[in-house]
């Protein structure tokens, strides 16, 4: 592909002004491609560099790496916080949809112009990657190192660009220019058919949105996530679902407000409530979920009553199995979370006859002392649920060796059975330790495992610094129950929905296929001694029902994710950068043919948590 060429707009007013020396690289370079004659060259009027020639009509800077002198503009917003600069804007626009009118001022100190200065800004463009090239997000363009001039203040600010469903596109992202690694940075903005693209030619301007849903809860680090598509796989809650890998819901944007939260709290705000009038301020891009409206004036949330869910108490002949990850909880922690997580159980979940934990730590918590051991974490938790009104719930673990199972160094998280012994018995083989592997044997012509608590396969390398699974069995009624809890190797390192490589790269999901991999070699093991077997696999899988990770778990049709049962638009147990998913999953066997399951909405969308995740009930009758 030839150079491109910043070229004068047309709308740009006719007056004789100093060429930019960065203009002047552009033409020569124009000269050397042979895009340009000397002759037409030396005759191009002379012209003032514009802010949509700094921005072009892709995601890089055509002239990234050039100084740039008097670029003229309106300051839409200022940030005296964290990345500290401000936004200018160009009023005279070009006819080019695909070029933004705004750009950020990098100051790395408070700056010292205030909203509604006209300025001029010389400076070094630059592309600023938020996160680091590593992180393979796409780049802000930016001026740095400015000399700043204030020509006059209080003007006012050019009419902000409107985002609303109509808007915005369907479609999410263009795939990548194989060319260039599978990047889109090189590719035309074609901001009228994909999201990003839409988003990106509005980069450094004035946006506003009007009143919208929420579908990501406020946190404390004053940010909200709303939708300008509010039937965009809406969920009955008020959510957006997460539902495949080409379904981004490309109406999700993160609001921020540009004020410290010191100055100006943020308002709490869980899903399903509406950021009710206008919002208003620069569209910025962070590593944080990409694309932000950070917020020069901020609507008013309107409370839609969003209430936590409860699920109904299994009948006398079902069986209720239930898993919850509690979020790094340890007997280091206030009296406050495990009183609040122990009302859930009793309250919400309906007392499980079985409840399988995740990221329960060990007694010291993240202090990194050495301990391993969680029986005080444990007791504190289960005599917590007793004062809450629940049963005396009896548990099964094993501890980890020191730092070698991830998670919050020091904190050793392991997941645990929970279970109630006046519904249920768990039979102990003893001999299983952080490193033996529990396997399958015949008795009296079932399937037993070898050790009970066991963990499954703990020397593979697919658990290197990940929690390993814990297999136990119980009986219900006289019927033998298989359980194997997990909690696989989180998303951390993948690159966001946002990333320049699209599709982005989920390297993440390699660790967790061959986890599954093994999980689903037990399940054979178990169902080739005997076919009609109960087995549950069940707890934080970190990953979504339509992955290769489910997809290996369920291998040989031995297991089903009994979140597929429900609709669509109630699969979920997680809210991340708006979008309502499913990390937490309970798959069962073919012989466990009729059960009720439910995904019980009491944490993820809301601003206050006991937990990040929602816990999964299942009932069936063995």
Not at 403 to 419: A, E, H, T
Not at 451 to 473: F, I, Q, T, Y
Request: hydrophobic share 35%.
């Amino acid at each position: 592909m030839p150079p491109r060429i910043a070229m004068p707009s047309s709308r740009t007013p006719h007056r004789t002004i100093r060429r930019s020396a960065a203009v002047s690289t552009v033409v020569a370079t124009a000269l050397a491609a042979g895009l340009l004659s000397a002759t037409t060259a030396s005759s191009a009027p002379a012209y003032e560099l514009r802010i949509h020639d700094i921005q072009g009509d892709t995601r890089v800077s055509p002239l990234a790496g050039q100084q740039v002198s008097d670029v003229s503009g309106i300051v839409t917003g200022v940030r005296t916080y964290g990345s500290r600069g401000f936004w200018i804007q160009d009023p005279q626009v070009d006819a080019d949809p695909a070029t933004s009118e705004g750009v950020f001022v990098y100051t790395g100190s408070v700056p010292t112009v205030k909203t509604g200065d006209a300025v001029r800004v010389s400076g070094l463009v630059g592309e600023y990657i938020p996160g680091g090239t590593k992180s393979g997000n796409q780049s802000v363009t930016q001026i740095s190192k400015p000399a700043v001039t204030v020509e006059s203040s209080d003007n006012d600010l050019p009419a902000p660009a409107v985002i609303d469903a109509a808007a915005v596109p369907d479609a999410y992202v263009p795939d990548g220019d194989p060319a260039d690694g599978g990047s889109v940075n090189g590719l035309d903005l074609q901001p009228d058919a994909y999201a990003l693209d839409f988003y990106e030619s509005l980069e450094g301007m004035n946006v506003a949105i009007d009143s919208s849903r929420v579908i990501g809860p406020s946190t404390k680090y004053g940010e909200v996530w709303v939708t300008v598509k509010p039937e965009e796989n809406a969920s009955p809650r008020g959510g957006a679902v997460y539902g495949s890998y080409t379904s981004q819901n490309g109406g999700r944007l993160k609001i921020e407000q540009l004020a410290p939260l010191a100055e100006q709290p943020f308002p709490q705000a869980n899903v399903g409530d509406e950021l009710t009038g206008r919002t208003e301020g620069p569209l910025d891009f962070d590593q944080f979920g990409g694309y932000n409206l950070a917020a020069r004036t901020l609507g008013t949330v309107t409370d839609n009553g969003l209430t936590a869910e409860k699920t109904r108490r299994q009948r006398r002949k079902e069986l209720a199995v239930a898993t919850y990850n509690v979020e790094n909880l340890s007997a280091a922690d206030s009296q406050e979370k495990f009183d609040a997580l122990a009302g859930a159980v009793v309250r919400n979940l309906a007392s499980p006859d079985i409840l399988t934990l995740e990221e329960i730590q060990d007694n010291s918590g993240p202090k990194n002392d050495g301990t391993v051991a969680a029986d005080e974490t444990l007791k504190r938790f289960t005599d917590a649920i007793e004062a809450a009104g629940g049963p005396s719930y009896d548990w099964r673990s094993i501890d980890p060796e020191n730092n070698k199972d991830g998670g919050q160094p020091g904190g050793n998280i392991r997941s645990v059975f929970l279970f109630n012994p006046a519904r249920v018995s768990f039979t102990d083989r003893p001999g299983g330790d952080a490193t033996t592997a529990t396997g399958v044997v015949r008795e009296r012509g079932k399937a037993a495992l070898t050790h009970s608590p066991g963990r499954v396969d703990p020397v593979n390398d697919a658990w290197d610094n990940s929690r390993k699974p814990l297999a136990g069995e119980f009986t219900f009624r006289g019927r033998k129950v298989f359980l194997i809890a997990n909690h696989f190797g989180s998303k951390g390192g993948d690159q966001s929905l946002t990333a320049h490589l699209q599709p982005p790269n989920r390297k993440s999901e390699a660790k967790r296929l061959r986890q599954a991999q093994a999980v689903n070699g037990l399940v054979k093991d178990i169902l080739k001694v005997q076919k009609k077997a109960d087995v549950i696999v069940l707890g934080d899988i970190n990953d979504f029902e339509f992955s290769a990770t489910t997809e290996a778990l369920t291998d040989g049709g031995v297991l089903y994710p009994a979140v597929k049962s429900l609709p669509r638009e109630e699969r979920y147990s997680y809210v991340y950068q708006g979008n309502s998913q499913v990390l937490d999953q309970i798959l069962t066997s073919p012989s466990i043919r009729r059960f009720q399951y439910d995904s019980v909405h009491i944490n993820a969308e809301f601003a206050q948590q006991n937990s990040d995740h929602d816990p999964q009930v299942l009932r069936f009758k063995p």
